[in-house]
C-alpha cells in the first residue's frame, strides 16, 4: 500500500461526525460544568452528553466487531480523539477511559465473557468501565524483582476469589456515585499460595479480576468505599480516579479475566492501545492551542501599528507549534496504523506507540507553553482557554504511564533486546538481522 495521508471517504466522515458531535454535545456540556464547583459535581454535570455518546454508539464503537463492537480502524479512533480533545478534553477522557476499562477484554476475546459486556452493548444508558491498575504508592517498578509488587490482591476460596487492597488515578473506577463502575478490570496478585511464585518471577501472580457493580452490591456498602477524593488542575469535569479500596470483595471464578501469570501481558497491550490515543489527545490541544492563539495574533496589535502575527518573533513561535502539530499527527496515524497492519513483530509497533505517547505528549506542553509566550500576559486571564489547556496537557506525560518512570523505561526494554530491529516498523525486518 502506498504512503498516503488522504482521508479515505469513511474516515472523512468518521472526522466530520466527531466534530460535529463535539461542537453539538461536548461544547455546551463544558460551558455547563465550567458554572460548577468541584470536579465531582462538574463529572456529575457531564452525565447527559456522556448518555448522548453511549446512545450514538461511542461505547459500543470501542469494542471490536469479534465480541459484538462496532469498532473501526485505529486509525479512525485515532481522528476521533483528536477532534474531541480540541473541544472538550474532560468529556471525552471519561468516554475514552470507558474505552480503557474494556480494553482488556478486546485483548483477551474470551467468549466465556461476552455476559460482561451486555451494559455497553446496549446502547443505554451511562455504564462506566474501568481498567483498576495504578495503586497509591504508584506502579512503575512494581515488576521488580524482590519489591513487594502490587497491594491489591486476590485469594481462592472454593468457587470465589476474595479481592482486598487499595487503588488509585484509574479513571471512572468509582462510577458516577462513588459506590464503584459498572465494571472494573482489577489488576491484582495472586496469593493463594505464597509459596507457589519466586521473587524471581514477579509476573507469574498478576492476575486481571472482573468487579461489576452487581458483585459490590451483593457484597455490601464496606466492600468499596472512596477512601479519599482527588482535585484535579486540569481534566476538572472528569473522574479522576479517587483513592479506593476494595474489602474482602467475592466474585466467582468466572470473572478472572486472566489467570495468574496472564495479567501483564494483557496489562500491556492494553496500554500499549492508549499511548497512540494519547499522542491523538495531544494532537487535539496543540491544535486548539495553535487555533487560539492564531486568531489573537492576527487581530491584537499590543498599541503598534500592525497586528502580532507581523512580528516575527510570534511567527516563528506559531510556525513551530503549527510545525510540531503536523509532526505529532503524523507520528500518531502511522503509530495507529502499524498497530493494526506492520510491518514489523509485535515490539516494533509497539515502539511506534510509545513513540506516539511520548512525543506527543511532552511536545504538547511545549506547544501550549509557546502559544503562551505568543500571546503574553493576557494569556493569564482565565477568560482566555490558553491556562485550561496548559493544565489538561501537564496530564498527558505523567497520566496512562508516566513517559519517565514508565513508557521510557519499556522503549529501554526493547532497544536493549538482543533481537532489537530498530527500523522494523517502518520498512519492515531487516534482512541482515538486528544488530
Known amino acids: 500500500m502506498p504512503v498516503d495521508f488522504h482521508l479515505s471517504p469513511k474516515e472523512a466522515a468518521v472526522r466530520t461526525a466527531a466534530a460535529g458531535f463535539a461542537q453539538n454535545v461536548l461544547k455546551p456540556t463544558r460551558a455547563e460544568y465550567v458554572e460548577l464547583e468541584g470536579n465531582k459535581k462538574k463529572f456529575q454535570a457531564t452525565r447527559g452528553a456522556y448518555e448522548t455518546a453511549v446512545t450514538g454508539g461511542l461505547i459500543k464503537g470501542q469494542l471490536a466487531p469479534a465480541i459484538g463492537g462496532t469498532g473501526g480502524s485505529f486509525i479512525e479512533t485515532a481522528i476521533l480523539v483528536e477532534e474531541f480533545y480540541a473541544v472538550e478534553p474532560s468529556t471525552s477522557l471519561t468516554i475514552f477511559s470507558t474505552g480503557l476499562g474494556l480494553t482488556p477484554l478486546n485483548v483477551t476475546q474470551k467468549p466465556e465473557h461476552r455476559e460482561f459486556l451486555a451494559p455497553f452493548l446496549n446502547s443505554e444508558g451511562a455504564p462506566l468501565a474501568s481498567l ?29 476469589w476474595v479481592i482486598n487492597g487499595e487503588k488509585k488515578w484509574a479513571t471512572n473506577c ?97 496500554f500499549d492501545t492508549t499511548a497512540v490515543l494519547v499522542g491523538a489527545m495531544s494532537v487535539g490541544l496543540m491544535r486548539a ?112 504511564g508516566g513517559n519517565v518512570g514508565i513508557r521510557r523505561r519499556h522503549l529501554q526494554q526493547l532497544m536493549l533486546s538482543p533481537t532489537y530491529d530498530p527500523w522494523a516498523a517502518t520498512y519492515g525486518p531487516s534482512t541482515e538481522g538486528a544488530k
Open 289 to 400: 492551542a495553535f487555533d487560539a492563539a492564531l486568531a489573537f495574533a492576527k487581530t491584537d496589535d499590543r498599541r503598534g501599528k500592525v497586528p502580532l502575527l507581523q512580528r516575527q518573533a510570534v511567527a516563528d513561535l506559531l510556525s513551530s507549534v503549527k510545525m510540531q502539530t503536523e509532526a505529532c499527527r503524523a507520528l500518531t496515524w502511522k503509530a495507529a496504523h502499524a498497530m493494526e497492519h506492520g510491518p514489523g513483530d509485535y515490539n516494533a509497533r509497539r515502539e511506534l506507540a510509545l513513540a506516539a505517547k511520548i512525543y506527543c505528549s511532552d511536545a504538547a506542553v511545549k506547544a501550549v507553553t509557546e502559544v503562551i509566550n505568543a500571546v503574553g500576559i493576557t494569556a493569564y486571564d482565565t477568560e482566555q482557554p490558553f491556562a485550561e489547556l496548559l493544565n489538561n496537557a501537564i496530564a498527558l506525560p505523567i497520566f496512562d
Open 174 to 270: 468509582a462510577g458516577w456515585d462513588n459506590r464503584g463502575a459498572d465494571l472494573a478490570c482489577v489488576v491484582c496478585r495472586d496469593i493463594t499460595d505464597p509459596q507457589k511464585y519466586s521473587d524471581s518471577d514477579p509476573e507469574a501472580s498478576i492476575m486481571i479480576i472482573l468487579i461489576t457493580r452487581a458483585d459490590l452490591e451483593r457484597n455490601g456498602d464496606k466492600s468499596f468505599q472512596v477512601v479519599h477524593e482527588v482535585s484535579l488542575a486540569g481534566h476538572v469535569a472528569t473522574s479522576p480516579g479517587p483513592h479506593i479500596s476494595y474489602s474482602d470483595v467475592r466474585v466467582p471464578a468466572k470473572n478472572v479475566l486472566c489467570h495468574p501469570g496472564e495479567g501483564v501481558a494483557a496489562v500491556s497491550r492494553s
Open 132 to 160: 483498576v491498575f495504578s495503586e497509591p504508592g504508584g506502579v512503575a517498578n512494581y515488576l521488580e524483582k524482590g519489591a513487594p509488587g502490587l497491594n491489591t490482591t486476590a485469594r481462592r476460596d472454593g468457587d470465589e
